[in-house]
T-cell receptor, first 113, second 105 residues
Framework: DGGITQSPKYLFRKEGQNVTLSCEQN?????MYWYRQDPGQGLRLIYY???????QKGDIAEGYSVSREKKESFPLTVTSAQKNPTAFYLC????????????FGQGTRLTVV | GEDVEQSLFLSVREGDSSVINCTYT??????LYWYKQEPGAGLQLLTY?????DMKQDQRLTVLLNKKDKHLSLRIADTQTGDSAIYFC?????FGAGTRLTVKP
């Protein structure tokens, strides 16, 4: 089955620790994205990558980092510099500019205590 | 950055039509999309419209696009309780805040 997988589904971390969220896709999509979802604010773009070994900052990249060493994988690290990291994080992939839109993972809910 | 905006809440009775509205600023998008999100899950593509089209119908769903006003709408005919969810409009990369549709029996 082709799809996009995020893990873990729930993640708890202590304040001040870095944490890495996993996102893997086997859809052979070139483009991958990370979004943060907060109540009433919809999805905000953190980082995106249109090709391996290249990525761009989105609207709220501060306090986050990414890598794109393989086409299938686009991990997101939430660093201690992110002031309010507790949120629902969604990863997506797409073939750009097609009617198929983006395929989304099931999300990771990160809680920092 | 470019913005996509939509109202946050809509409540309708079962069997009525629902209309969810959206405005966007980036006119370079090739397609505009509507996604549906169930509680605690990711988003699923519901339908899309090519930016050169005015209207697209897909079973109970009708998408209207006013390119001059940069206004997009999604109409759901004969709304059912199973349609209760959050609906997002999106361009190539950015999403609106989502409209929470509540369908009352």
């Amino acid at each position: 089955d082709g799809g996009i997988t995020q893990s873990p589904k729930y993640l708890f971390r202590k304040e001040g620790q870095n944490v890495t969220l996993s996102c893997e896709q086997n859809l052979n999509h070139d483009a991958m994205y990370w979004y943060r979802q907060d109540p009433g604010q919809g999805l905000r773009l953190i980082y995106y990558s249109q090709i391996v070994n290249d990525f761009q900052k989105g609207d709220i990249a501060e306090g986050y980092s990414v890598s794109r060493e393989k086409k299938e994988s686009f991990p997101l690290t939430v660093t201690s510099a992110q002031k309010n990291p507790t949120a629902f994080y969604l990863c997506a992939s797409s073939i750009e500019k097609t009617p198929r839109g983006a395929f989304f993972g099931q999300g990771t809910r990160l809680t920092v205590v | 950055g470019e913005d996509v905006e939509q109202s946050l809440f809509l409540s309708v009775r079962e069997g009525d039509s629902s209309v969810i509205n959206c405005t966007y600023t980036d006119s370079s998008s090739t397609y505009l999309y509507w996604y549906k999100q169930e509680p605690g899950a990711g988003l699923q593509l519901l339908t899309y419209i090519f930016s050169n089209m005015d209207m697209k119908q897909d079973q109970r769903l009708t998408v209207l696009l006013n390119k001059k006003d940069k206004h997009l709408s999604l109409r759901i005919a004969d709304t059912q309780t199973g349609d209760s969810a959050i609906y997002f409009c999106a361009d190539d990369m950015r999403f609106g805040a989502g409209t929470r549709l509540t369908v009352k029996p």
